[in-house]
């Protein structure tokens, strides 16, 4: 595209001048550069020219009325031709005939690395102003051409090249794209910039980039590609939501997610996207960038900008892959034999009172030895295909363009019975209405299936029933069915008897989750005068949320009770939004050296939430389930909500440039939102920035070193106002219900859930950032550093109140955060030409701090649910500390029998765990609890990787994180005395083993006999909170390489096709993690940031094997 | 532009509810759903009360976190009643008669003095929220002397047993007369005790026990293992409790079976072994009791333990196995009653009277059957006050195992917790101390005016 042709305007008053005058006068004003040979242009007619803030094209168009003369511009070239058949004013690509010949003519195709031949490349005699471009079929030919001249071949996107024509007449040259230059123009919300003049920190991927790897979500391709941007895969299943952090994490309460703005549409769900369909994806980091986005801008802003037609004939894309996908790694569990020993060892210890019979006999362990058991990991998983087809047709004419596409995504869940579908469908279509009028209606919808057993801490009714969790807790000597086909129980007595068949668990569960999405956009734009222009743009996202599920007779959940069976529920919700944005933009450059471009918007924001759900239980038909509720004899509990949030928005932005080496950004934006107290309804949110280019200067232009450099600097304010509507009234809630008339009816109770809090108010993020900017060797290096300081104030903060006023908190703007980082990216182009490769590297490290918690000096979170001894305050934010942070006992090891006597004085033997006593008081009791890990990484790094040679291109990325601690739950019961399967068991304690943390099985009578009193009290529920099961989390992940073959152009072209590409990749195929759980990118259950980080049996990660095919027409 | 001022659709706010007696008896029930649900409240409410010689593993480190659920749920109980009874007496309920107000409102005491009667045994001196107090949120208050917390408990009470009626004929559930009078005798009893050890109270507990008796409204089911079936759970005996029915459920029975029962106990309160050997064998331990199951003896059991069948032997194996229990929780019953009273009248007379060993011998000859037990003898009034006293309590110790820290608040009221047990690392722990439950550490720190009891840090 023409992207500086198509932001540059003229405005020249020129009065009887030559031809050549005018050219001069036009290369003076601007950056074009024009190309031409002499004879085919007269360049002494004289013409006068009057326009006012025009593109070039007007003006050629005017310049050339009425010649044969035709141009044609690339990027900053503009290419004056002779049309061939005389026609005038075709502002396209066309051949230019050489009428004389002198000297030598050379001739020659130009294609690019797949063979396809590439109009309109531009190539000039270099220090001349003579050139030529290339036809419709690649071809050129320039005469003139002295020997001993330099052709310089060049075209937008690729890598200029220089050619001697020494003894040469036929020239053919392949190009290789180049990459992406600061020339590119990019979005930075109501508007867009280019990238050189950018003021604030922004990250930029581009959707090519992003096809490049076979990817089912739009979030999963931003992970490890964008300096500052935290992506963790909270769950392996398919369809599974990612969390996605810009620059740590600011708030506790008010969300972390950033904003996400689809084609100007604020909230959206890139799970809506096809990541086919997206021409960029901004991310707007620092303050500069973000407070535009006023009161949601505080966590970053992911722009997405959708794919557009281009004006051509139509191209037609067709993909589609087909992938397969295994677990990545199962947890090591014992094999029936040995776990059949190790029960028999633990019931041999409850000796208290007589000799405890073996559990199993001898015959039995040797039975199972010969037959191996059931693997129940391997009951559950599989191995499921993925497939995906993508279809996209795009065009345009002169005055309409328009860009069709469609999807399907169908992906089996590597944990049996769960999958997750996808069809998407978007129409974008643009008009110039007429020379002043444009016009832009843009529709995208998605319908997603996605079913899965329950997994993970807050899904699942109870963990009972929780597959992933008790799969590999399960009794291995017992197979998944009796005699008679039916699923076996857990046998009762040793193990973990307390959970439901494993295998029934997974499969019988019917889980159905419907979404459909609807967003459309519309604007029309009027140029009032010139440069003045208004916008005025409506758009609506509406999803409808249809999910049911039933859990048969067969389930933990829908166990026949008193001849009755099932428990199923039924959740319809709809989430409207509506946005009206009124843009008034002005842009004008003066005297070629002032470049202003300012905007003023009113806006407003309307969104609403109905839902409304049941939970039955009790049917007498199985078959017909939740799909008959009449059939169901109890309603358990029922709901409807209705809420709406109203936000009003003025802003306004400036952006100033002089001479492209000064340039200053400032906006201001006003947010009104209802969803605050009545006394703070709205919100200020100032941001400014400066930005000084110092390689356009003249003492560092004669360094002849730096392509760019530019040295940046912000400030601003940004919010969070992620509360939910209606915080700020005391409220009286249904739900509590209780028989309180005894017999057996029920009694509708209602509670006092909140209370009022009328002085609520926005959470501001303020943030200071510095940035560098720099390229060298003409931009085949390049680096990009940030470095910034995020302080959030007013923090949303359920302050927690003393639990005799009836409530256990109030939702107040207390405490403040820090989050401080630098973030550096390096890109470079070490090889270029026929073998290319093209590597970018960037690295983040943020530190996060809570400087204020109100009157609280800790903030303690509940992070599990039942059945783990954990009860209050694992994890705890603390002022001075940071997010994060686990607090437990801490263990080390196991107590020698060298140590007997100091054992002896917490009461302990032998082989039990080796507590740490904090405070050296000889207990081990609440006051030795200490910080035990920390889930936040020192730094997460990414490293993208691309290669080509001829027809062969390679891409990698390698993703990781290092410094997280992860706190393994799952360890808890796997790794039980009384019940544990976990492999770590056989190394226990014993006198031959004594250096080792799992402790060994001491028995009751030598415990007994020992009379010991203990000085350990753990506090009641909390005596798991240990030091043991925080495991390393960092890791290194070959996250995705992709090996792609490019089908010569010569051989698609005899089968009809423009171009054919056939791929290889494999994901998550290495990953080096020292964490022994399924998988180390965990986190799930995060009811708030300050608890990621606790591995609750989540849906593990799969390893994927992609084949693919991509062919354009 | 659209309004930013919100009006929410879905709820209202408290100061506009409890309109009428429907929604007052909706903030009722929600003040013992709070109590009494799944998995919350009692549901899971024994675990603080596992240092008595009833409960496996009792020990006599009290962790800083003990009870602390306990007095959440309580409280929150008492700001929904707080919030009715404030609007009763604003005059907000419209439309109904005074006697109908004046049994809202002796509804609204009754609850209110029975979670104050909960937190004053466990903690001590609690800060006293009324309905008359200043909004708690804004201001903090110290905690109130045991014998405040008590002089509200009594008026609450002596206002409930004056209004309540004799009995709800389509409301079994509800609160009475006779649950009041009940309450209040048992109130009576422990104020006699310690730690305010006002002796002059066992009269009027002995006064409200006989009240109770002689209103002719309950008497012992005759047979002891119909006591705890769900046919018997609104009375004759039942006078007030926690109520559950097949659609509220509370908490998984499992907890208090061995696994070896139905698909499975989990065995987490068991009784101890010593405890069940000093019992004498008669009908009510087999009743009460789990000693064996299906023709095993519970050293057999995988615990090792027996367990009490109060609360999940006599519901369905469906509900059972179904992690539900349909049991009732029961609060005050009418062998509590004659207990009551044998014991204070044993202590305001100088010795057993004859009523009081008529109403002691009530329970023991249920409890052996009605036959002659040489070992569970029935009392005489030649018994000295003491030993009729200690009788009393051991007896309250076997008839009422495992309800709701009877046995825990007997052994703090009459302090005897280091001669209940002669286990050395219990012993090793005992320190007077430990008669209370330390305040909640949140509270404590959010609230500098709250004082830490002693022997816990603060």
């Given at each position: 595209?023409n992207?500086?042709?198509?932001?540059?305007?003229?405005?020249?008053?020129?009065?009887?001048?030559?031809?050549?005058?005018?050219i001069?006068?036009i290369?003076?004003?601007s950056?074009?550069?024009?190309?031409y040979?002499?004879?085919?242009?007269?360049?002494?007619?004289?013409?006068?020219?009057?326009v006012?803030?025009?593109?070039i094209?007007?003006?050629?168009?005017?310049?050339?009325?009425?010649t044969?003369?035709?141009?044609?511009?690339?990027?900053?070239?503009?290419?004056?031709?002779?049309?061939?058949?005389e026609?005038?004013?075709?502002?396209?690509?066309?051949?230019?005939?050489?009428?004389?010949?002198?000297k030598?003519?050379i001739?020659?195709?130009?294609?690019?690395?797949?063979?396809?031949?590439?109009?309109?490349?531009t190539?000039?005699?270099?220090?001349?102003?003579?050139?030529?471009?290339?036809?419709?079929?690649?071809?050129?030919?320039?005469?003139?051409?002295?020997?001993?001249?330099?052709?310089?071949?060049?075209?937008?996107?690729?890598?200029?090249?220089?050619?001697?024509?020494?003894?040469k007449?036929?020239?053919n040259?392949v190009?290789?794209?180049?990459?992406?230059g600061?020339?590119e123009?990019i979005?930075?919300?109501?508007?867009?910039?280019?990238?050189?003049?950018?003021?604030?920190?922004?990250?930029?991927?581009?959707?090519?980039?992003?096809?490049?790897?076979?990817?089912?979500?739009?979030?999963?391709?931003?992970q490890?590609?964008?300096?500052?941007?935290?992506?963790?895969?909270?769950?392996?299943?398919?369809?599974?939501?990612?969390?996605?952090?810009?620059r740590?994490?600011?708030?506790?309460?008010?969300?972390?997610?950033?904003?996400?703005?689809?084609?100007?549409?604020?909230?959206?769900?890139?799970?809506?996207i096809?990541p086919?369909?997206?021409?960029?994806?901004?991310?707007?980091?620092?303050?500069?960038?973000t407070?535009i986005y006023?009161?949601?801008?505080?966590?970053?802003?992911i722009?997405?900008?959708?794919?557009?037609?281009?004006k051509?004939?139509?191209?037609?894309?067709?993909?589609?892959?087909?992938?397969?996908?295994?677990?990545r790694?199962k947890?090591?569990i014992?094999?029936?034999?040995?776990?059949?020993?190790?029960?028999?060892?633990?019931?041999?210890?409850?000796?208290?009172?007589?000799?405890?019979?073996?559990?199993?006999?001898?015959?039995?362990?040797?039975?199972?030895?010969?037959?191996?058991?059931t693997?129940?990991?391997?009951?559950?998983?599989?191995?499921?295909?993925?497939?995906?087809?993508q279809?996209?047709m795009?065009?345009?004419?002169?005055?309409?363009?328009?860009?069709?596409?469609?999807?399907?995504?169908?992906q089996q869940?590597?944990?049996?019975?769960?999958?997750?579908?996808?069809?998407?469908?978007?129409?974008?279509?643009?008009?110039?209405i007429?020379e002043?009028?444009?016009?832009?209606?843009?529709?995208?919808g998605?319908?997603?299936?996605?079913s899965?057993?329950?997994?993970?801490?807050?899904?699942?009714?109870?963990?009972?029933?929780?597959a992933v969790?008790?799969?590999?807790r399960?009794?291995?000597?017992?197979?998944?069915?009796?005699?008679?086909?039916?699923?076996?129980?857990?046998p009762?007595?040793?193990?973990?008897?307390?959970?439901w068949?494993p295998?029934?668990?997974?499969v019988?569960?019917?889980?159905?989750?419907?979404?459909?999405?609807?967003n459309?956009?519309?604007?029309?734009?009027?140029?009032?005068?010139?440069?003045?222009?208004l916008?005025i743009?409506?758009?609506?996202?509406?999803?409808?949320?249809?999910?049911?599920?039933?859990?048969?007779s067969?389930?933990?959940?829908g166990k026949?009770?008193?001849?009755?069976?099932?428990?199923?529920t039924?959740t319809?919700?709809?989430?409207?939004?509506?946005?009206?944005?009124?843009?008034?933009?002005?842009?004008?450059?003066?005297n070629?050296?002032?470049?202003?471009?300012?905007?003023a918007?009113?806006?407003?924001?309307?969104d609403?939430?109905q839902?409304?759900?049941?939970?039955?239980?009790?049917?007498?038909v199985?078959?017909?389930?939740?799909?008959?509720?009449g059939g169901?004899?109890?309603?358990?509990?029922?709901?409807?909500?209705?809420?709406?949030?109203?936000?009003?928005?003025?802003?306004?932005?400036?952006?100033?440039?002089?001479?492209?080496k000064?340039?200053l950004?400032?906006s201001?934006?006003?947010?009104?939102?209802?969803?605050?107290?009545k006394?703070?309804?709205?919100g200020?949110?100032?941001?400014?920035?400066?930005?000084?280019?110092?390689?356009?200067?003249?003492?560092?232009?004669?360094?002849?070193?730096?392509?760019?450099?530019?040295?940046?600097?912000?400030?601003g304010i940004?919010?969070?106002q992620?509360i939910?509507?209606?915080e700020?009234?005391?409220?009286?809630?249904?739900?509590?219900?209780?028989?309180?008339n005894?017999?057996?009816?029920?009694?509708?109770?209602?509670?006092?859930?909140?209370a009022?809090?009328?002085?609520?108010?926005?959470?501001?993020?303020?943030?200071?950032?510095?940035?560098?900017?720099?390229?060298?060797?003409?931009?085949?290096?390049?680096?990009?550093?940030?470095?910034?300081?995020?302080?959030?104030?007013?923090?949303?903060?359920?302050?927690?109140?003393?639990r005799?006023?009836?409530?256990?908190?109030?939702?107040?703007?207390?405490?403040?955060v820090?989050?401080?980082?630098?973030?550096?990216s390096?890109?470079g182009?070490?090889?270029v030409?026929a073998?290319?490769?093209?590597?970018?590297?960037?690295?983040?490290?943020?530190?996060?701090?809570?400087?204020?918690?109100?009157?609280?000096?800790?903030?303690?979170f509940?992070?599990t649910?039942?059945?783990?001894?954990?009860?209050?305050?694992?994890?705890?934010?603390?002022?001075?500390?940071?997010?994060?942070?686990?607090?437990?006992?801490?263990?080390?090891?196991?107590?020698?029998?060298?140590?007997?006597?100091?054992?002896?004085?917490?009461?302990?033997?032998?082989?039990?765990?080796?507590?740490?006593?904090?405070?050296?008081?000889?207990?081990?009791?609440?006051?030795?609890?200490?910080i035990?890990?920390?889930?936040?990484?020192?730094?997460?790094f990414?490293?993208?990787?691309?290669?080509?040679?001829?027809?062969?291109?390679?891409?990698?990325?390698?993703?990781?994180?290092?410094?997280n601690?992860?706190?393994?739950?799952?360890?808890?019961?796997?790794?039980?005395g009384s019940?544990?399967?976990?492999?770590?068991?056989?190394?226990?304690?014993?006198?031959?083993?004594?250096?080792?943390?799992?402790?060994?099985?001491?028995?009751?009578?030598?415990r007994?006999?020992?009379?010991l009193?203990?000085?350990?009290?753990?506090?009641?529920?909390?005596?798991?909170r240990?030091?043991r099961?925080?495991?390393?989390?960092?890791y290194?992940?070959?996250?995705?390489?992709?090996?792609?073959?490019?089908i010569?152009?010569?051989?698609?072209?005899?089968?009809?096709?423009g171009?054919?590409?056939?791929?290889?990749?494999?994901?998550?195929l290495?990953?080096l993690?020292?964490?022994?759980?399924?998988?180390?990118?965990?986190?799930?259950?995060?009811?708030?940031?300050?608890?990621?980080g606790?591995?609750?049996?989540?849906?593990?990660?799969?390893?994927?094997?992609?084949?693919?095919?991509?062919v354009?027409? | 532009?659209k309004?930013?001022?919100?009006?929410?659709?879905?709820?209202?706010?408290?100061?506009?509810?409890?309109?009428?007696?429907?929604?007052?008896?909706?903030?009722?029930?929600?003040?013992?759903?709070?109590?009494?649900?799944?998995?919350?409240?009692?549901?899971?409410?024994?675990?603080?009360?596992?240092?008595?010689?009833?409960?496996?593993?009792?020990?006599?480190?009290?962790?800083a976190?003990?009870?602390?659920?306990?007095?959440?749920?309580?409280?929150?109980?008492?700001?929904?009643?707080?919030?009715?009874?404030?609007?009763?007496?604003?005059?907000?309920?419209?439309?109904?008669?005074?006697?109908?107000?004046?049994?809202?409102?002796?509804?609204?005491?009754?609850?209110?003095?029975?979670?104050?009667?909960?937190?004053?045994r466990?903690?001590?001196?609690?800060?006293l929220?009324t309905?008359?107090?200043?909004?708690?949120?804004s201001?903090?208050?110290?905690?109130?002397?045991?014998?405040d917390?008590?002089?509200?408990?009594?008026?609450?009470?002596?206002f409930?047993?004056?209004?309540?009626?004799?009995?709800w004929?389509?409301?079994?559930?509800?609160?009475?007369?006779?649950?009041?009078?009940?309450i209040?005798?048992?109130?009576?009893?422990?104020?006699?005790?310690?730690?305010?050890?006002?002796?002059?109270?066992?009269?009027k507990?002995?006064?409200?026990?006989?009240?109770?008796?002689?209103?002719?409204?309950?008497?012992?089911?005759?047979?002891?293992?119909?006591?705890?079936?769900?046919?018997?759970?609104?009375?004759?005996?039942?006078?007030?409790?926690?109520?559950?029915?097949?659609?509220?459920?509370?908490?998984?029975?499992?907890?208090?079976?061995?696994?070896?029962y139905?698909?499975?106990?989990?065995?987490?309160?068991?009784i101890?072994?010593?405890?069940?050997?000093?019992?004498?064998?008669?009908?009510?331990?087999?009743?009460?009791?789990?000693?064996?199951?299906?023709?095993t003896?519970?050293?057999?059991?995988?615990?090792?333990?027996?367990?009490?069948?109060?609360?999940?032997?006599y519901?369905?194996?469906?509900?059972?196995?179904?992690?539900?229990?349909?049991?009732?929780?029961?609060?005050i019953?009418?062998a509590?009653v004659?207990?009551?009273y044998?014991?204070?009248?044993?202590?305001?007379?100088?010795?057993?009277t004859?009523?009081?060993?008529?109403?002691?011998?009530?329970?023991?000859?249920?409890?052996?059957?009605?036959?002659?037990?040489?070992?569970?003898?029935?009392m005489?009034?030649?018994?000295s006050?003491?030993?009729f006293?200690?009788?009393?309590?051991?007896?309250?110790?076997w008839?009422?195992v495992?309800e709701?820290?009877?046995?825990?608040?007997?052994?703090?009221?009459?302090?005897?917790?280091?001669?209940?047990t002669?286990?050395?690392?219990?012993l090793?722990?005992?320190?007077?101390?430990?008669?209370?439950?330390?305040?909640?550490?949140?509270?404590?720190?959010?609230?500098?005016?709250?004082e830490?009891?002693?022997?816990?840090s603060?």
């Amino acid at each position: 595209s023409n992207s500086y042709s198509q932001v540059t305007k003229f405005s020249l008053e020129l009065e009887n001048k030559t031809i050549r005058e005018i050219i001069s006068e036009i290369e003076e004003q601007s950056e074009f550069i024009f190309f031409y040979q002499k004879q085919q242009i007269d360049l002494d007619r004289k013409v006068s020219v009057h326009v006012k803030n025009e593109k070039i094209e007007s003006i050629l168009d005017k310049l050339f009325a009425g010649t044969n003369n035709i141009y044609f511009i690339n990027n900053r070239q503009i290419v004056i031709g002779v049309s061939k058949e005389e026609k005038v004013r075709v502002p396209s690509v066309s051949v230019i005939e050489d009428a004389v010949q002198q000297k030598k003519e050379i001739s020659g195709k130009v294609t690019d690395r797949n063979g396809l031949p590439l109009p309109g490349v531009t190539i000039i005699v270099k220090g001349s102003t003579q050139g030529t471009i290339t036809n419709a079929e690649g071809k050129y030919t320039l005469s003139d051409v002295a020997e001993g001249d330099v052709l310089q071949f060049s075209f937008m996107g690729m890598e200029t090249q220089e050619v001697n024509v020494s003894g040469k007449t036929n020239i053919n040259l392949v190009m290789y794209e180049s990459t992406i230059g600061i020339e590119e123009v990019i979005a930075i919300g109501y508007g867009t910039q280019k990238k050189s003049d950018i003021t604030g920190s922004v990250s930029s991927v581009k959707g090519d980039e992003l096809t490049q790897m076979p990817m089912q979500r739009v979030d999963q391709a931003l992970q490890g590609r964008a300096s500052g941007v935290l992506v963790l895969n909270t769950a392996g299943a398919p369809g599974a939501q990612t969390t996605i952090r810009v620059r740590g994490m600011n708030s506790i309460n008010g969300g972390n997610n950033a904003l996400v703005v689809i084609d100007g549409l604020q909230g959206g769900n890139l799970n809506s996207i096809n990541p086919n369909d997206i021409e960029s994806l901004e991310i707007l980091k620092d303050a500069s960038a973000t407070a535009i986005y006023g009161s949601m801008g505080a966590n970053g802003v992911i722009l997405v900008t959708t794919k557009r037609g281009k004006k051509g004939k139509p191209t037609i894309n067709y993909s589609y892959s087909y992938g397969s996908q295994s677990i990545r790694s199962k947890l090591d569990i014992m094999g029936a034999a040995d776990y059949a020993r190790t029960r028999n060892a633990f019931r041999a210890t409850q000796n208290g009172s007589g000799t405890p019979v073996p559990i199993f006999t001898e015959q039995q362990i040797q039975e199972l030895e010969r037959t191996g058991g059931t693997d129940w990991q391997d009951e559950i998983y599989r191995i499921a295909p993925i497939q995906n087809h993508q279809l996209s047709m795009g065009g345009g004419t002169e005055n309409m363009r328009y860009m069709v596409s469609g999807g399907y995504l169908d992906q089996q869940g590597i944990l049996l019975n769960s999958e997750y579908e996808r069809f998407t469908l978007r129409a974008n279509f643009s008009a110039d209405i007429t020379e002043k009028v444009s016009f832009e209606l843009n529709w995208g919808g998605s319908k997603e299936f996605g079913s899965s057993p329950p997994y993970g801490g807050g899904t699942a009714l109870s963990f009972l029933g929780q597959a992933v969790n008790i799969a590999p807790r399960w009794d291995p000597t017992t197979p998944p069915y009796d005699a008679n086909g039916n699923y076996n129980s857990h046998p009762v007595g040793y193990g973990a008897y307390d959970t439901w068949n494993p295998l029934a668990a997974t499969v019988e569960p019917d889980i159905q989750n419907h979404t459909i999405r609807n967003n459309v956009n519309t604007y029309i734009e009027y140029e009032i005068i010139d440069g003045l222009k208004l916008k005025i743009s409506g758009g609506a996202a509406i999803s409808n949320v249809n999910d049911k599920s039933y859990y048969n007779s067969k389930t933990w959940e829908g166990k026949p009770v008193g001849g009755v069976v099932g428990y199923g529920t039924l959740t319809e919700q709809v989430n409207s939004h509506y946005q009206n944005s009124n843009i008034l933009s002005y842009d004008k450059t003066f005297n070629s050296t002032h470049k202003l471009t300012a905007i003023a918007v009113a806006e407003q924001q309307y969104d609403k939430y109905q839902g409304s759900g049941l939970v039955a239980s009790k049917f007498t038909v199985d078959q017909t389930g939740i799909n008959d509720l009449g059939g169901a004899d109890e309603i358990s509990s029922k709901y409807s909500s209705v809420s709406e949030r109203v936000i009003n928005s003025y802003l306004g932005r400036v952006n100033y440039a002089y001479a492209d080496k000064y340039m200053l950004t400032a906006s201001y934006r006003a947010d009104g939102s209802s969803v605050f107290g009545k006394n703070n309804k709205w919100g200020y949110f100032p941001s400014a920035s400066l930005a000084w280019r110092v390689s356009k200067e003249p003492f560092v232009q004669n360094l002849n070193l730096f392509t760019n450099l530019k040295f940046r600097g912000s400030w601003g304010i940004t919010g969070n106002q992620a509360i939910s509507p209606y915080e700020t009234i005391a409220r009286m809630e249904s739900g509590s219900d209780y028989p309180y008339n005894g017999g057996s009816s029920t009694n509708l109770g209602f509670r006092i859930a909140s209370a009022a809090n009328p002085n609520l108010k926005w959470e501001s993020t303020t943030q200071l950032n510095v940035g560098l900017d720099a390229s060298i060797f003409k931009g085949r290096l390049s680096t990009t550093v940030d470095i910034y300081k995020k302080k959030t104030e007013d923090l949303l903060l359920n302050r927690t109140l003393p639990r005799y006023t009836g409530l256990r908190s109030v939702i107040d703007n207390v405490g403040s955060v820090e989050n401080k980082g630098v973030e550096l990216s390096i890109t470079g182009d070490p090889f270029v030409g026929a073998f290319r490769w093209n590597t970018g590297f960037n690295i983040s490290w943020n530190r996060n701090k809570v400087l204020d918690l109100g009157e609280n000096e800790t903030l303690r979170f509940r992070t599990t649910y039942g059945g783990y001894s954990l009860k209050n305050g694992f994890m705890q934010l603390r002022v001075g500390e940071p997010f994060g942070q686990m607090y437990g006992y801490g263990t080390e090891g196991t107590w020698k029998e060298s140590e007997a006597t100091q054992a002896a004085k917490f009461g302990q033997l032998p082989g039990d765990i080796k507590y740490t006593d904090t405070n050296a008081d000889g207990k081990i009791n609440t006051e030795d609890i200490k910080i035990i890990g920390n889930s936040m990484p020192n730094f997460i790094f990414g490293w993208t990787n691309s290669l080509s040679y001829k027809n062969f291109d390679m891409t990698i990325l390698i993703q990781g994180s290092k410094g997280n601690d992860i706190f393994n739950q799952g360890r808890i019961r796997l790794e039980r005395g009384s019940e544990g399967t976990s492999a770590r068991l056989l190394d226990r304690w014993t006198p031959e083993n004594q250096n080792t943390d799992v402790p060994a099985f001491i028995d009751e009578k030598t415990r007994m006999d020992a009379a010991l009193v203990s000085t350990i009290n753990l506090g009641s529920g909390d005596s798991e909170r240990l030091q043991r099961w925080v495991e390393d989390g960092s890791y290194v992940r070959l996250k995705n390489i992709v090996l792609a073959y490019n089908i010569p152009a010569g051989l698609t072209q005899k089968i009809g096709l423009g171009s054919a590409k056939l791929y290889i990749s494999a994901t998550n195929l290495i990953t080096l993690t020292d964490y022994s759980g399924y998988d180390p990118e965990v986190s799930a259950y995060n009811r708030n940031d300050a608890q990621i980080g606790v591995d609750l049996s989540n849906y593990p990660t799969a390893k994927t094997f992609t084949f693919g095919i991509d062919v354009s027409f | 532009c659209k309004n930013l001022d919100e009006q929410p659709f879905s709820f209202v706010s408290p100061e506009t509810f409890s309109s009428s007696a429907a929604q007052v008896e909706a903030s009722y029930a929600a003040s013992l759903n709070h109590l009494w649900d799944y998995w919350s409240g009692y549901g899971y409410g024994y675990n603080p009360f596992r240092h008595d010689d009833q409960f496996v593993g009792g020990n006599l480190n009290i962790g800083a976190d003990n009870g602390d659920g306990l007095w959440n749920v309580h409280y929150a109980s008492i700001q929904s009643i707080n919030g009715a009874i404030a609007a009763i007496k604003a005059g907000r309920v419209k439309g109904e008669d005074q006697e109908t107000i004046d049994r809202l409102l002796a509804q609204g005491m009754f609850l209110r003095a029975h979670n104050y009667f909960m937190l004053v045994r466990m903690f001590g001196g609690v800060p006293l929220i009324t309905d008359e107090s200043p909004d708690p949120i804004s201001n903090p208050m110290p905690r109130s002397s045991v014998s405040d917390v008590y002089s509200l408990i009594v008026s609450d009470l002596t206002f409930a047993a004056s209004k309540l009626p004799l009995s709800w004929p389509d409301a079994p559930g509800k609160p009475t007369q006779g649950a009041a009078k009940g309450i209040l005798a048992k109130v009576y009893l422990t104020m006699a005790t310690f730690p305010l050890n006002e002796t002059s109270n066992y009269q009027k507990a002995e006064q409200m026990a006989r009240e109770v008796m002689e209103s002719g409204k309950y008497w012992l089911v005759t047979d002891v293992v119909d006591v705890f079936k769900p046919e018997n759970e609104y009375g004759p005996e039942m006078m007030w409790g926690y109520n559950s029915t097949s659609d509220d459920k509370t908490t998984d029975p499992q907890i208090w079976a061995p696994s070896v029962y139905g698909d499975g106990g989990w065995g987490d309160a068991a009784i101890d072994t010593t405890f069940e050997k000093s019992w004498p064998a008669q009908a009510r331990k087999d009743a009460y009791l789990m000693t064996e199951w299906n023709g095993t003896h519970y050293s057999d059991f995988p615990e090792q333990t027996p367990f009490c069948k109060k609360f999940f032997f006599y519901i369905s194996l469906d509900d059972f196995n179904g992690y539900a229990s349909t049991a009732n929780w029961p609060i005050i019953r009418y062998a509590d009653v004659l207990l009551i009273y044998a014991e204070a009248a044993n202590m305001a007379n100088g010795g057993p009277t004859q009523q009081a060993v008529d109403a002691v011998n009530q329970v023991i000859d249920r409890a052996n059957g009605y036959v002659e037990n040489p070992l569970h003898p029935k009392m005489t009034t030649s018994m000295s006050q003491t030993e009729f006293d200690e009788a009393v309590i051991q007896e309250r110790s076997w008839e009422l195992v495992f309800e709701n820290g009877d046995r825990w608040f007997d052994i703090c009221r009459k302090r005897i917790l280091d001669e209940v047990t002669t286990r050395p690392d219990y012993l090793a722990n005992f320190s007077e101390d430990d008669y209370l439950f330390p305040i909640p550490e949140v509270d404590l720190e959010l609230n500098e005016l709250l004082e830490q009891n002693p022997g816990y840090s603060e």
